[in-house]
């Protein structure tokens, strides 16, 4: 399996701040890594893939980048509705796996 | 517009099957795309279970293969999870979703599912 570790596990920001989250593959993934926010009780929303393409209807203060094993999520101004758990994902394999998520919280 | 929609018994006891099916509207099945199941522990992330394909072809999460069956019925647009010999670890909200080369952009709302006697 390709295990992937997401860090920070948690993070408290204010609005405006810029926010990075980091994502490590166990091994080589080259951009197969998709990232989703996910907000309680709702199901998860793709918001990048293909480690830096950003999906229709996302706001362009979300930006993905990274190739290999290392990747990075930033949001440039954190909004108010930003406030949520954010999970990234290898599609590489044809075993899915989820990092173990990063909740961003209101400093 | 793609929706999709988790049924199935919200409680079940230990030792027996979950079965749970997801409705498509918007889209053929038969046209294409994987189909997945994902859950989530209540509190906790995100757990690939599955994918299928329309032809039923299938790729599950080793650490669930052997417990795990999913099927797909075209004739109905829908697909099936079914877990066997569930515990209370099973307990979870169970999503489906479209699995397109592994991106999920299209879930259902999730649906609980307790494992409780």
């Known amino acids: 399996d390709i295990q992937m570790t997401q860090s920070p596990s948690s993070l408290s920001a204010s609005v405006g701040d810029r926010v990075t989250i980091t994502c490590r593959a166990s091994?080589?993934?080259?951009?197969?890594l998709n990232w989703y926010q996910q907000k309680a009780g709702k199901a998860p929303k793709l918001l990048i893939y293909?480690?830096?393409s950003l999906q229709s209807g996302v706001p362009s203060r979300f930006s993905g980048s990274g190739s290999g094993t290392d990747f990075t999520l930033t949001i440039s101004s954190l909004q108010p509705e930003d406030f949520a758990t954010y999970y990234c994902?290898?599609?590489?394999?044809?075993?899915?796996?989820f990092g173990q998520g990063t909740k961003v919280e209101i400093k | 517009q793609v929706q999709l929609q988790e049924s199935g018994p919200g409680l079940v006891k230990p030792s027996e099957t979950l079965s749970l099916t997801c409705t498509v509207s918007?889209?053929?099945?038969?046209?294409?795309?994987?189909w997945g199941w994902i859950r989530q522990p209540p509190g906790k992330g995100l757990e690939w279970i599955g994918s299928?394909?329309?032809?039923?072809?299938?790729y599950y999460n080793p650490s669930l293969k052997s417990r795990v069956s999913i099927s797909v019925d075209t004739s109905k647009n829908h697909f099936s999870l079914k877990l066997s010999s569930v515990t209370a670890a099973d307990t979870a909200v169970y999503y489906c979703?479209?699995?397109?080369?592994?991106?999920?952009?299209?879930w259902g709302q999730g649906t609980l599912v307790t494992v409780s006697s």
């Open positions: 979703a479209r699995d397109n080369l592994g991106l999920l952009g299209y």
């Open positions: 918007g889209y053929s099945i038969s046209s294409g795309y994987y």
């Open positions: 299928i394909y329309h032809s039923g072809s299938t």
């Open positions: 091994q080589s993934i080259s951009s197969f």
């Open positions: 293909a480690a830096s």
């Open positions: 994902q290898q599609s590489y394999s044809n075993t899915r796996t």
